[in-house]
């Protein structure tokens, strides 16, 4: 779960400064950006090929993977408005280094880095199951192309 640390060392969030943390955490808003972009993709994607999809036997399946779609997309909105909030204390701090109290501040940052690894290990699977559905379908859909071609 911890490949998604960037971390120079073990015990930087502890030891890292203000424009540091900063600067990891624009990191991580930009990430976020990226996979609100690609969980669209998903969602497209899987509508584009519903019809293929949701055939008798693949209901259900459609069904699960869009409720983990929406389940995984809550948890980027979520984690998109906690970096934003934390952004914005680590602005404050910048200019202002006693404005919040450093031990606590900084486990909220780790806590907010261990959820966003989360994020990322469930984001990857639910992305890997998609494709790994829709792939099969455009197999299927390829081959009913190519057995049409033949038969005309």
Request: hydrophobic share 35%; proline share 1%.
């Amino acid at each position: 779960m911890n490949d998604y640390r960037i971390r120079p060392k073990d015990n930087f969030i502890h030891e890292a400064t203000w424009t540091q943390l900063y600067a990891l955490t624009e990191h991580w808003k930009s990430d976020m950006q990226f996979y609100k972009g690609d969980l669209n993709f998903l969602h497209h994607l899987i509508d584009k090929y519903f019809l293929y999809l949701s055939k008798k036997e693949n209901i259900d399946l459609v069904l699960e993977m869009e409720v983990n779609l929406l389940q995984v997309e809550k948890q980027c909105n979520s984690l998109v408005d906690r970096i934003n909030k934390h952004f914005h204390h680590l602005a404050e701090l910048v200019d202002d280094p006693f404005t919040y109290v450093s031990d606590k501040f900084r486990t909220e940052h780790e806590q907010l880095e261990d959820d966003l690894s989360l994020f990322v290990k469930d984001y990857r699977k639910n992305r890997k199951e998609i494709f790994t559905i829709t792939e099969h379908m455009i197999g299927g859909e390829e081959l009913i192309k190519q057995l049409n071609v033949l038969h005309k």
